[in-house]
């Protein structure tokens, strides 16, 4: 079973347009992770929050993380065609041991 | 250095039969963890060897199992397939001393059950 939702589903916007993804999970987590995965192929390790952190950045990424709401956003700024893939987030939980709890996903798409 | 990699890529099997999926993770990770991608259930937990032991189970029947050898390379087996156990099945290795950090996945294998 999946640990939460992301939201939305799908996603398309234009290039250099900003996109925005948000994931909620159900328990208490040590970090929360972000991955992208292009059209049926493997995973990519995008980002990595612990949960004491509360804003992250790498390159054209921004995450947040919320514990009192059990939520995270992830940020893509001035999005390219080559960003279009599914995201997920993933939480590694202080109970689960070393496994990740996946969300759904977002489709995003960006048209050039 | 060398990603971890998936053998095979595609797999097509009958009902009833069974498979053999291998994974070799990154050089020097000792974790090896299975996932299965479906369209219905998502990215689900399947499990994790460390150093040759299970240390990690998802909620899979019995026909899926798995094991790891010295060399850190692991192996997924299911048996008495099911057209439901037509997925994608991803591997991903984590070192030790690497917290903070994310898991490398391989490519995955596509299995087709008809």
Redesign the interface.
């Known amino acids: 079973?999946?640990q939460g939702e992301e939201d939305p589903q799908a996603l398309s916007i234009q290039e250099g347009e900003n996109a925005t993804m948000n994931c909620s999970y159900k328990t208490s987590i040590n970090?929360l992770?972000w991955?992208r995965q292009n059209s049926?192929?493997?995973?990519?390790?995008?980002?990595?929050i612990?949960s004491n952190e509360r804003e992250k950045h790498s390159g054209r990424l921004r995450v947040t993380l919320d514990t009192s709401k059990k939520s995270s956003s992830l940020l893509i700024t001035a999005s390219r065609a080559a960003d279009t893939a599914s995201y997920?987030c993933?939480t590694d939980g202080e109970t689960?041991?070393?496994?990740?709890?996946?969300?759904?996903?977002t489709q995003l798409t960006v048209n050039p | 250095k060398a990603g971890?990699t998936?053998t095979p890529r595609y797999l097509i099997k009958t009902r009833g039969q069974q498979v053999t999926l291998s994974c070799s993770p990154i050089s020097g990770h000792r974790?090896v963890?299975w996932?299965q991608q479906t369209p219905g259930q998502?990215?689900?937990?399947l499990f994790?060897y460390?150093s040759e032991t299970q240390?990690?189970k998802?909620?899979f029947p019995g026909r899926f199992s798995g094991r790891q050898f010295s060399n850190s390379r692991s192996e997924m087996n299911v048996s008495t397939l099911e057209l439901g156990d037509s997925a994608?099945y991803?591997c991903?290795s984590?070192g030790t001393g690497t917290t903070?950090?994310?898991?490398?996945?391989?490519?995955?294998t596509?299995l087709t059950v008809v």
């Open positions: 079973s999946q970090n992770q991955y049926g192929r493997g995973l990519v390790h995008l980002i990595l612990r997920f993933a689960s041991g070393s496994r990740l709890t996946f969300g759904e996903g | 971890v998936q974790s963890s996932y998502g990215l689900q937990f994790e460390f240390r990690n998802g909620n994608l991803l991903a984590k903070g950090y994310g898991y490398t996945f391989g490519s995955g596509r």
